[in-house]
């Protein structure tokens, strides 16, 4: 997982597979999706990003399965105004 920056609050992510070296884009990041903060453990399918939904004014936390070749949302939890997002994810799940 290769996290970037593109400007103030800004970023992108590239997952590569260790096994083929394949690379495939994260299904969020970039100005749509500010303050993104991700979590997630090597050996499992699960990822939990975090980010201020701009539109709303928000701080979700969104849950993906990734079998290698495809993203797929598990569930979105709404965890409250925009600074929720300041706190971690795993602050945010208690």
Same mark, same amino acid.
């Given at each position: 997982m290769i996290q970037f920056g593109c400007g103030t609050g800004c970023?992108?992510?590239v997952v590569a597979d260790n096994q083929t070296g +394949?690379?495939?884009? &994260?299904?969020?990041?970039?100005? *749509?999706?500010m303050y993104l903060d991700l979590? %997630? *453990?090597?050996?499992? +399918? &699960? &990822?939990?990003?975090?980010w201020l939904e701009y539109s709303t004014?928000?701080?979700?936390?969104? %849950? %993906?399965?990734?079998d290698r070749q495809t993203w797929k949302a598990v569930?979105?939890?709404?965890v409250g105004g925009a600074d929720a997002c300041y706190r971690s994810i795993s602050d945010n799940i208690r």
């Open positions: 970023s992108g992510v +394949r690379p495939a884009r &994260l299904p969020r990041g970039g100005e *749509e999706n979590q %997630f *453990e090597v050996d499992s +399918r &699960l &990822l939990a990003a975090q004014n928000r701080c979700v936390i969104e %849950f %993906f399965d990734y569930s979105k939890v709404d």
